[in-house]
C-alpha cells in the first residue's frame, strides 16, 4: 500500500485546480487551441525521449495551422501511464472515457486484443494510411503487422533482438574476431569460463551471461527477447501461436530451455543494468537492442572489435541456419468509441499523416534515430540517402539493418500476455530455478517443465 504524504496534499490539490483550469485533463489541452479550434491527445511511451520527440513535432505540426473541417487541429501530447502497465493504462483510458485519439507504443499482441474489443480502427482503406505506407515503402513489411486480414497499426520501429557482447571478455576466451553464433561454440565459450574463471575473475569478469529476466515470470514481455528470440533462431521463424493454435514445436521448445539452461553457475541473475556502462564490465554477453546504443555512447563505449562491444544474432543450432530473431516492434493505433468523436480522429490522422509523409517524412525518421537509437521501420533504409549518414554513423546500425528481413514481431493474439506468462511461469522459470548450480553442458531434461509450460499456455490461452 502507498502511503500518502499529508504534507504534499495542498499541493497537489493546487495543482488539480489548475489542471481543471487549464483544461489539463481535457481533450482540449494542447497550448493555443481555443474553443472553436479542434484539440487532440496524442500519448507518447513512458519514456522521456520519445515524449520529448513528439512534443517537438507537435508543437511544429500545432504551429502550422493544419484544418480540418474548418478547424485549426491542435495537438495535446502525454506520456501513457507506466505502471502497472502501459497496456493496462490504456484498457483502463477507455473503460473510463479518456483515452487519447492516438497512441504509440503498441505491439501486434496488444493491437490484437485491441482490435477484438473493437475500440481501435481498420486502416486499410484510410486514405492518410496509404500515403504513410507509401512514403515509407512499407508494402513488404504490412503483412508481418496483419490481424486477423486486417491493418491494425502504423509500424513505427522495429528492435532486432540479438546478443551484446563484452569484447573484452570475448577475446579473453579466445574470440578474437567474431561472436559466437552456432550452439557448438556457446558450448566451448562456457567450458573456457570455467577453465579459465579464476583468471576472468582477477580481470573483474563473474559471470558469462547477464539474465536475471530468466527468473520473473511475471515479466512477460520478456519472454520476447530470451524465449522467443531463441525459439525464432532454433526454428527458424517458426510461429508460437495461430488462431486458437499452439504452434510451439515440443521438441525445440526443450532445445530453447536447455540452450539457457547450459549457463548453469555462469548465469548472473542479480540484477544489474548498468553492467555493460561500467569501465570494467562483470560479464560476456547479455542480450540487448539498439535503444541502449545512445546509452553506451554516452558512457564512451566504442563498438567493434576494436573497441568496447559488438552485437551478434541470436545463436543457431548450425553455421548455415538463418538466425531469425524476435523483432521489439512498436506503431500507432487510431482509438475509436467513447470520448472520441469522429472529428478527433480526423484531427489526429491529419497530424500523423504530417508528420510521417512528404518531404517532412524521410526527416522525422532521422530525428527519430538520433533521438531513441532505434531504427524506423522503412523498406528503404539501406538505399534511400537520407539516411546514408545515420547508418554509417555506427556499424551498428547497419547491423540492424542487414537483419530486419529476419525479424518477427509479437504473436497476434489477444491473451498473448497469458501465453507468455504461463510460459515463463509453469517452465522456463522453475527450470532456471533447477539448473543454477550445474556446471554440466548437458543440463537437466527440460521436457517435464515443457509439459507443464505447454498445458498451462493452453489453459490460460484458450489454446488447443
Not at 480502427?121 to 503483412?143: G, K, N, T
Not at 522467443?228 to 532454433?234: D, K, N
Request: hydrophobic content about 40%; glycine content about 10%; charged content about 20%.
Amino acid at each position: 500500500m502507498k502511503v500518502c504524504n499529508r504534507g504534499r496534499l495542498p499541493g497537489i490539490v493546487l495543482l488539480l485546480i489548475t489542471l481543471v483550469l487549464s483544461g489539463g485533463f481535457a481533450s482540449g489541452g494542447a497550448e493555443g487551441a481555443s474553443g472553436s479550434d479542434l484539440s487532440v491527445d496524442f500519448w507518447t511511451a513512458p519514456n522521456q525521449g520519445q515524449f520529448d520527440f513528439w512534443s517537438a513535432k507537435a508543437e511544429a505540426f500545432n504551429q502550422a495551422g493544419v484544418q480540418v473541417e474548418g478547424k485549426s487541429v491542435y495537438v495535446n501530447v502525454q506520456m501513457m501511464p507506466e505502471t502497472p502497465s502501459s497496456e493496462a493504462g490504456i484498457q483502463n483510458a477507455l473503460a473510463t472515457g479518456v483515452a487519447p485519439a492516438a497512441s504509440e507504443n503498441i505491439n501486434r499482441g496488444f493491437a490484437a486484443t485491441l482490435a477484438a474489443s473493437g475500440r481501435v480502427y481498420e486502416l486499410s482503406d484510410i486514405p492518410e494510411f496509404q500515403a504513410v505506407v507509401q512514403a515509407r515503402q512499407m508494402e513488404s513489411i504490412l503483412p508481418g503487422w496483419a490481424i486477423d486480414g486486417g491493418q491494425y497499426v502504423i509500424p513505427l520501429y522495429a528492435n532486432a533482438m540479438g546478443y551484446h557482447w563484452n569484447v573484452q571478455g570475448l577475446k579473453a576466451l579466445g574470440f578474437d574476431e567474431d561472436v559466437p553464433r552456432t550452439v557448438a561454440e556457446i558450448r566451448t565459450l562456457i567450458t573456457r569460463f570455467y577453465e579459465r574463471r579464476q583468471a576472468l575473475k582477477e580481470q573483474g569478469i563473474s559471470h558469462l551471461f547477464i539474465r536475471p529476466q530468466l527468473l520473473r515470470p511475471e515479466w512477460w514481455w520478456d519472454r520476447w527477447f530470451d524465449f522467443q528470440m531463441q525459439y525464432l533462431a532454433f526454428s527458424e521463424g517458426g510461429d508460437w501461436v495461430s488462431g486458437d493454435r499452439i504452434t510451439l514445436d515440443p521438441g525445440i521448445t526443450e532445445e530453447v530451455f536447455e540452450y539457457f539452461g547450459m549457463f548453469g553457475q555462469s548465469l548472473q541473475t542479480a540484477e544489474d543494468w548498468t553492467a555493460f556502462e561500467m569501465d570494467t564490465v562483470p560479464v560476456v554477453f547479455q542480450v540487448s537492442a539498439p535503444w541502449d546504443i545512445p546509452k553506451y555512447e554516452a558512457a564512451g563505449k566504442v563498438y567493434g572489435f576494436g573497441g568496447d562491444y559488438v552485437y551478434g544474432p541470436p545463436i543457431v543450432k548450425q553455421a548455415l541456419d538463418q538466425p531469425y530473431t524476435f523483432a521489439d516492434s512498436k506503431g500507432i493505433v487510431f482509438y475509436k468509441g467513447g470520448n472520441i468523436s469522429d472529428l478527433d480522429h480526423q484531427g489526429i490522422l491529419a497530424f500523423i499523416s504530417w508528420v510521417l509523409t512528404g518531404e517532412r517524412g524521410a526527416q522525422t525518421d532521422i530525428d527519430w534515430v538520433k533521438t531513441t537509437g532505434m531504427l524506423p521501420v522503412r523498406g528503404d533504409l539501406l538505399e534511400n540517402p537520407a539516411f546514408e549518414s545515420i547508418i554509417a554513423s555506427n556499424p551498428a546500425y547497419a547491423y540492424q539493418a542487414e537483419v530486419m528481413p529476419y525479424a518477427v514481431p509479437a504473436m497476434a493474439h489477444e491473451k498473448m500476455v497469458d501465453i507468455q506468462t504461463a510460459l515463463g511461469e509453469k517452465g522456463l522459470t522453475p527450470y532456471i530455478q533447477s539448473i543454477m548450480n550445474s556446471t554440466s553442458l548437458n543440463p537437466a531434461d527440460a521436457a517435464p517443465f515443457v509439459h507443464d509450460a505447454f498445458e498451462a499456455m493452453k489453459r490460460e490461452g484458450e489454446l488447443r
